[in-house]
């Protein structure tokens, strides 16, 4: 996973086999399978590499070498035609139109959205306007019992009569009312307009001016005593374009605007251009222009192709070969011995002791990687769990009942609830992993990087490179 992150933040420049002619400011850096390398990709590429906070910094000197790596990769997919697989071009496709579509969306576009949002809501509202109105209400089923009923009737006329006697309207809401959001705030409901409420609800509180009081009144959700706390009209558009804009954008509106314009423009081609011609021209009109725009396609486009071709060709090879896995390790066994000693095994609590003796019998004599099915099948197969286990590679500190029993250590075992006997099986390996297995992510992960040195090898081999020495050493310093 370390390398696919590499492989897509740490991209270059496209390398593209059509390439114009470089202009004499822009000098030809290098050429790769006889593509040239303009001294701007070269730069862009080790700028963005090397940047304030990357830890391993490299010269531009020592940056040439991984870059004609990375060259070469790409070199190997485009010649492998991976930018031919459908799966490519639909990847990339979808990234590039992320960065091109916003380019069919105008100001004047958005703002016309906006406008009929505001007219429409305009329209709604109508003279009534908005209001804020606060409730107490009490809960009560539609086809509740009329005891049930005749109770909350005389809990609400108590609660409507302590409110005529000056009773504080917010804290009788926060404690009485059965509506814990706007309890919560003195029961004051955000800003309504028509439609948007119960129309028993709307009715009575649509009555009502600033700091008037319904009676008790039910509606479908019970009984409710309402306090009109303010009225106003819609506000103007200008005052609420910003929200309005903000609310389009979280509802994707931008994204729909553009898709009708690319289909637009379609459209007006009389069957000339695709939708994906039209994305595509964009792109590269875009490109022309922007340089930074250009870099981003590019890097993502290279991106894809280095990850495939270097899951292909060593990330997949290496992780399935266990063959040349157990080679490798057996070729560096020494580079995975380990500095203090480890235990190869289980720790486990059972409920029993005869069940200690049973455990260790049932996987006596079986392949460590197959300890925990076999424990599984043979104990805890059906609703009842028997035992409870830790299986693994354990050193010092990693597992207190080893630490104790294996390690002698002088460390508190934490009794394990309903399991209260505890034991340990396994082996206690001095030096080192007794295979490959026991490291398996270690070996995998330098099985990897043996397989890339031998594939660039092979590449630098099959494909010719140049570097033009003199341009290198203008590299950052012909501004």
Avoid at 82 to 104: C, G, H, I, N, W
Wanted: net charge positive.
């Amino acid at each position: 996973m370390k390398k696919i992150v590499i492989a897509l933040i740490s991209l270059f420049v496209w390398t593209g086999t059509a390439m114009a002619q470089p202009k004499a400011a822009d000098p030809v850096i290098m050429t790769v399978n006889g593509v040239p390398v303009t001294r701007s990709e070269f730069e862009y590429s080790y700028n963005k590499n090397n940047s304030e906070g990357v830890i391993d910094k490299k010269t531009v000197d020592e940056y040439v070498d991984l870059f004609i790596n990375y060259k070469l990769k790409v070199a190997a997919a485009l010649d492998a035609k991976l930018d031919t697989l459908t799966s490519f071009k639909e990847e990339f496709a979808m990234y590039r139109d992320q960065q091109v579509k916003p380019s069919f969306v105008e100001n004047a576009d958005l703002m016309a959205e906006a406008r009929k949002v505001y007219d429409d809501t305009k329209a709604n509202i109508g003279p009534q306007g908005l209001i804020m109105p606060a409730h107490i209400l009490l809960r009560l089923a539609q086809k509740a019992p009329k005891a049930e009923q005749d109770k909350a009737q005389l809990r609400i006329d108590s609660i409507y009569r302590a409110l005529q006697q000056g009773a504080d309207f917010a804290e009788l809401a926060k404690k009485l009312s059965q509506d814990p959001g706007s309890a919560a705030r003195g029961g004051v409901l955000p800003w309504l307009g028509p439609g948007q409420t119960l129309p028993e609800f709307e009715k009575e509180a649509y009555a009502l001016q600033p700091g008037q009081m319904s009676k008790p009144f039910l509606s479908p959700a019970g009984y409710h005593i309402i306090l009109m706390k303010e009225r106003k009209q819609l506000e103007p558009f200008d005052s609420l374009k910003n929200d309005i804009l903000r609310f389009l954008e979280q509802r994707g509106v931008r994204e729909r605007i553009a898709d009708e314009n690319i289909n637009k423009v379609a459209a007006a081609s009389n069957g000339k251009l695709t939708r994906q011609q039209v994305l595509e021209n964009r792109a590269d009109e875009l490109s022309e222009k922007d340089p930074e725009l250009k870099n981003l396609i590019r890097e993502y486009h290279d991106g894809l192709l280095l990850y495939e071709i270097s899951t292909r060709e060593v990330w997949d090879k290496a992780a399935k070969d266990e063959a040349g896995q157990e080679a490798y390790f057996k070729a560096h066994r020494k580079k995975y011995n380990w500095d203090e000693p480890r235990f190869k095994g289980m720790a486990y609590h059972v409920k029993n002791k005869a069940d200690v003796k049973a455990v260790r019998n049932c996987v006596k004599n079986v392949p460590f990687d197959q300890w925990a099915e076999r424990l599984r099948k043979t104990f805890n197969n059906d609703s009842i769990i028997r035992i409870r286990v830790e299986k693994g590679i354990f050193k010092k500190g990693d597992n207190a009942l080893v630490d104790k029993k294996i390690f002698k250590q002088n460390v508190t075992v934490t009794p394990l609830k309903d399991y209260p006997i505890d034991a340990t099986f396994g082996k206690k390996l001095k030096k080192g992993p007794e295979d490959y297995t026991d490291v398996k992510q270690l070996v995998i992960a330098d099985y990897q990087d043996a397989m890339e040195k031998e594939w660039v090898a092979q590449l630098r081999k099959r494909y010719a490179v140049t570097v033009n020495k003199e341009v290198l050493k203008t590299v950052n310093k012909h501004h």
